[in-house]
């Protein structure tokens, strides 16, 4: 993980370099690295899972490559076998590049935003399937630049766009898809093999992402994603540290708790309050880059999560993803037609960067940690994404991500495995006390006249509320146009 950066053009200012880095540290605290070319500067703030490590960037001297990378490749090992000397993810994805082009980046499993230079001296820029590491550049001066978050880019740049997601960037060509998912079909396959391949993926993803260099921990909110990802973890992963957060009284706490007994992990649990969540709302903003009502909520309860965390752990595990690969959300049901199901899965894939992966890495970053989320390996979506759409939401009653309920049976108490699924803002009743703090700070009179602010217009007084805090740090139209909104609030 760590903060990355990239100046390309004929004017590039040194200050403004040092004060995007700056605006990063957060993203790398272990170290700063700079490799400057005729037109081109790369730098990165660098997070290594032991500390005290600065092997992060990968260059020949005297210097003619050199690569920054946010993220990681988890098959890095099984690509890395015909190469000598291959160590990290940076020298792994340049001597990739220099043999195939971009073509390689279709073979990766990981997460990453990248800046590759090789002996022209010309970057080569590419991002994720999914995003699930960000990327955004901005225009000065006939320079384009990229960095990692918007406050960096803020008051510096003319502009500011997210990097899309599966594109790659060079000077000669721009912009280029390397990769979408409209091809993905669903298909009728037999039941007992797909629940032991659902399992068996979803297993061999944990034990893919579980670092060598340090021992990870686990996110644990007592729904059914995260329960799993801490079941599989703590199968390989010895007196497995577990978390969980809410509100006094939160359901997540106590489904949490009988998660933690069952496995038996080394659980740790805390509540926060009205008056925490209006102290640091701020300061989630500010991480976060958003002002949407949905992400905000889970956003506190993932920033008091990482907060309880503290140096318990570098490595945190995830249930992000399991409902867009298995139709989690109550909507859903209400969809007709298998086709049309399954498209709106497929969707998912390309809205997601700037919505609840935002969320996941701006929380994690905010407290120098990195988050591993293998429901999001490759291998296991591309397969989830071609089941049967009456599998994810089944029978009468709609039991939704039936098809993962039923392959994890004895994994973990079966009460929690069939748990009707909550957003984490709603387990651990976040919703209630923001939508609190928002009545008390925006009044009807003020709601009617600041909710044309923007286009779509703002929906209710706590986006009023989150927009008038993001606006006091990125005052910039453009950043407010990069905030994924949730369809509802």
């Known amino acids: 993980m760590s903060g990355i950066i990239a100046a390309y053009g004929s004017h590039i200012e040194n200050t403004g370099i040092q004060a995007i880095l700056k605006k990063l540290k957060h993203r790398g605290p ?43 490749i988890f098959n890095r090992e099984e690509l890395a076998k015909k190469f000598d000397n291959c160590e ?96 993905i079909k669903w298909a009728e396959t037999n039941l007992d093999e797909a629940l032991n391949k659902v399992k068996n993926l979803l297993e061999k993803s944990v034990l893919r992402q579980i670092p060598g260099e340090t021992v990870p921990a686990a996110l644990l909110s007592g729904g059914i994603d995260s329960s799993l990802i801490a079941a599989a973890a703590s199968r390989h992963v010895n007196n497995l540290k577990t978390f969980c957060v809410g509100t006094e ?77 298995f139709g989690g959300y109550s909507y859903l049901k209400e969809l007709e037609g298998e086709e049309r199901f399954h498209k709106e899965l497929v969707n998912f894939f390309y809205g997601l960067h700037n919505v609840g992966l935002q969320r996941v890495d701006r929380m994690s970053m905010a407290y120098s940690k990195e988050c591993r989320m293998p429901f999001l390996d490759m291998n296991l979506l ?70 044309n602010a923007i286009d779509p217009p703002l929906r209710n007084k706590e986006e009023v509320m989150n927009y008038r805090i993001f606006r006091k740090y990125f005052d910039d139209d453009y950043a407010a146009a990069t905030v994924g909104r949730w369809v509802t609030n």
């Open 249 to 325: 009284g939160a359901g997540d706490i106590e489904a949490a708790r009988k998660v933690a007994d069952f496995l038996g992990t080394d659980h740790k649990e805390s509540t926060y309050n009205k008056q925490d969540i209006q102290e640091v709302l701020p300061e989630i903003i500010y991480y976060m880059e958003s002002f949407d009502p949905s992400l905000i909520r889970s956003s506190a309860a993932n920033y008091f999560a990482y907060k309880l965390v503290g140096d318990n752990a570098r490595v945190i595990f995830s249930g992000e993803g399991g409902d867009e690969l």
């Open 30 to 72: 272990n170290a700063v690295f700079r490799s400057e070319f005729d037109k081109l500067i790369i730098a990165e703030t660098y997070f290594s899972l032991k500390p005290g490590d600065t092997n992060c960037c990968t260059f020949d001297k005297p210097l003619k490559n050199s690569t920054v990378i946010d993220g990681r």
């Open 382 to 451: 591309q397969y989830a994404a071609t089941l049967p759409p009456k599998w994810k939401i089944y029978g009468p009653e709609k039991m939704e991500k039936w098809i993962l309920r039923k392959a994890f049976e004895g994994w973990i108490p079966d009460d929690i495995l069939w748990r009707v699924k909550q957003e984490f803002s709603q387990g651990s009743k976040t919703v209630d006390v923001m939508k609190e703090i928002a009545e008390e700070q925006v009044s009807d009179s003020e709601f009617e006249r600041e909710r």
């Open 88 to 183: 990290t993810d940076g020298e792994l994805a340049l001597k990739l590049y220099q043999e195939k082009g971009p073509d390689f980046l279709k073979e990766l499993n990981g997460m990453f935003s990248m800046v590759l230079v090789s002996e022209n001296g010309q970057p080569f820029i590419a991002r994720d399937p999914l995003g699930i590491k960000p990327l955004y550049y901005g225009h000065k001066n006939g320079t384009i630049y990229f960095a990692s978050e918007i406050k960096a880019l803020v008051g510096y740049t003319n502009d500011i766009k997210f990097f899309p997601p599966g594109h790659y960037f060079t000077p000669e060509e721009g912009f280029k898809q390397y990769i979408d998912f409209e091809g």
